[in-house]
């Protein structure tokens, strides 16, 4: 019988195998999620680096020891401090030696420290102007007014932060902080809470926006996006909050966020549409229109890289070998670190000399692999993924200013997650887009050590009636420098 008869059955049973393959792969996958310790979930690269001897998890034991104790200590120096002082009872004031009552001062005093909560509290303020008026009848003098976020509000701009901050940086729902501000002894609903949430963001849009301008407008942008329910008639749909950040020359973090009731491509092109310079996001295609060959260089990650690898491990433990090869890629980036080199010419010549000699080994084994597994398989997956992104995975090697991963923009995502758990979804779409800037404006201060109640209280007075011209005066990290140039004349202190 010709074999070309049994060509039929033969692709038959490849087709088997091929979902077979991905069925152990899955029910593999789903077993680690479910049942797996978390030590068999995939380990951070930091924890890969530093290895799992005894000797060294003693010492990172000791290391991550003497950094709480550090750390400790700065935070009591920073706290704010009232001094109590303790006199000895009148009935107590004589020697207990020789009965003698004069007495005097020995040093400074035996001085301990005890740290106690003074609850939070809302006052009602009663503001009284003044108005004087002449003899003749004719002129009255009325003092100036209370500054005010809104004509006529009830609310001080300390509350407005107050309220924005426990919903964008704790992820409190608003019906539980009304709760929280009625034990407070204010009275309050979350529908007010809602429109001065709304309120808050309606003020400080200029700033929002400009920020998001700023990043725009950097050499090297970090893109991603996460879901984000939307109310609708019986039921929520699908919405989509999308984080775009950039780190400054000095260091600083700037982050902002849009949100779109899709995720197609319009949400990059209105932020990055126009712009040159590198983009460093996953594989979506919806990047696709504002990266190259008009746009912005795409820029891949290797974390989405490795995470594929080690889901493949379960039904293909040659997986390990690529995993080795993408750690010793991050090893090279510790190296830089330990230096002080990063983001430097001696950065990139160190990622020239020791991680090119990598990405050729890994290509090369890559290659080799391929031919050896199912193209649907977890490991003919996890191969194709890197490949066709070969381009993208490498230019880190020839730019230093270039990450490996975009593990920052999933991290600014983390906060955006944890409210999606707390509030579960935004009431409409021009909620979802108020919500996406103040999140920015406060995740920005919390990357750069900025308290955000206080920026946020000083710049919803300010941004009113500062010049638009200069608006970037008033972004977290420029607020801070001339904070920390020119401090506020009367700084919060608590008074004894």
Not at 348 to 375: G, I, N, Y
């Amino acid at each position: 019988m010709p074999q070309d008869h049994f060509c039929p059955w033969r692709e038959e049973a490849e087709e088997l195998k091929e979902r077979l393959t991905s069925l152990e792969a899955k029910m593999a996958t789903l077993e680690r999620h479910v049942f797996g310790r978390r030590a068999e979930k995939l380990p951070s690269v930091a924890t890969e680096l530093r290895g799992d001897g005894a000797d060294t998890k003693a010492a990172r034991a000791e290391a991550a020891k003497q950094k709480r104790q550090q750390r400790a200590a700065r935070k009591a120096e920073e706290a704010p401090a009232r001094e109590i002082r303790h006199a000895v009872p009148a009935e107590e004031r004589h020697c207990p030696a020789c009965g003698s009552e004069d007495l005097k001062p020995l040093g400074q005093g035996r001085t301990s420290v005890v740290y106690e909560y003074v609850p939070a509290r809302f006052e009602k303020q009663v503001h009284v102007q003044e108005v004087l008026s002449c003899a003749c009848g004719r002129g009255v003098v009325t003092a100036p007014p209370p500054a005010r976020v809104v004509d006529r509000g009830e609310y001080g701009p300390g509350f407005l932060a107050h309220v924005v901050v426990s919903k964008c940086a704790d992820a409190m729902p608003l019906h539980r902080l009304a709760q929280r501000i009625e034990r407070g002894g204010v009275p309050m609903s979350r529908s007010t809470l809602t429109d001065l949430f709304h309120q808050a963001a309606s003020v400080l849009l200029p700033l929002s926006q400009h920020l998001l301008q700023v990043i725009a407008a950097a050499e090297v942008v970090w893109a991603d996006e996460t879901p984000l329910r939307v109310l609708d008639v019986k039921k929520t749909r699908q919405g989509y909050l999308w984080t775009f950040l950039t780190q400054t020359p000095a260091g600083e973090w700037l982050l902002g966020y849009r949100f779109s009731l899709g995720r197609a491509s319009t949400t990059p092109k209105e932020v990055l549409g126009g712009t040159r310079g590198a983009l460093v996001v996953d594989a979506y295609t919806g990047y696709n229109a504002v990266t190259l060959p008009e746009g912005r260089v795409r820029v891949g990650c290797w974390a989405h890289v490795r995470r594929r690898f080690f889901e493949a491990l379960p039904t293909a433990p040659e997986a390990r070998q690529a995993l080795d090869f993408i750690l010793a890629l991050y090893r090279v980036e510790a190296l830089a670190r330990d230096a002080a080199v990063v983001r430097t010419d001696a950065h990139r010549e160190l990622r020239q000399q020791q991680s090119l000699p990598v990405l050729t080994a890994l290509r090369a084994w890559m290659e080799s692999q391929t031919p050896r597994h199912l193209p649907k398989g977890p490991m003919g997956q996890a191969l194709s993924y890197a490949l066709k992104q070969w381009d993208a995975l490498t230019r880190f090697s020839s730019d230093a200013r270039l990450p490996l991963d975009n593990n920052r923009s999933e991290a600014a995502l983390r906060k955006a997650a944890l409210g999606r758990k707390n509030f579960l979804f935004v009431g409409h779409e021009a909620a979802g887009e108020n919500l996406a800037g103040l999140y920015a404006l406060v995740a920005t201060c919390e990357a750069n050590g900025v308290n955000p109640e206080d920026y946020l209280a000083d710049v919803l007075l300010r941004v009113q009636t500062h010049p638009h011209s200069c608006i970037g005066e008033l972004l977290p990290h420029e607020w801070k420098r001339r904070r920390t140039a020119d401090p506020p004349e009367s700084p919060l202190q608590l008074s004894p």
